[in-house]
């Protein structure tokens, strides 16, 4: 998985990266594991603790790279 991104100005490139990391893996997880299921018998949340829930794992994570792209804007921040 890629994401290039142009945040602004970065102070500490390492937790930016960690940070964008965070949310594409959130965002795979939320695409392909997370939801909620209901039980219509019982007109309940069928998986309604979090030992049921499912979230990614470090097994489930692709590689991933983050690109910083710097750009210079001469309108936001004068």
Same mark, same amino acid.
């Given at each position: 998985?890629?994401?290039?991104?142009?945040?602004?100005?970065?102070?500490?490139?390492?937790?930016?990266?960690?940070?964008?990391?965070?949310?594409?893996?959130?965002?795979?997880?939320?695409? $392909?594991? %997370?939801? #909620?299921?209901?039980?219509? *018998?019982?007109?309940?949340?069928?998986?309604?603790?979090?030992?049921?829930?499912?979230?990614?794992?470090?097994?489930?994570?692709?590689?991933?790279?983050?690109? $910083?792209? %710097?750009? #210079?804007?001469?309108?936001? *921040?004068?």
């Amino acid at each position: 998985m890629v994401g290039a991104f142009a945040p602004g100005r970065v102070l500490n490139p390492r937790t930016a990266r960690s940070q964008l990391m965070g949310g594409m893996l959130w965002g795979l997880g939320q695409a $392909l594991l %997370e939801g #909620t299921h209901m039980d219509t *018998g019982q007109g309940r949340w069928a998986n309604a603790s979090l030992g049921d829930y499912l979230v990614p794992v470090n097994a489930d994570a692709p590689d991933v790279d983050v690109e $910083l792209i %710097e750009i #210079t804007d001469n309108v936001v *921040g004068r």
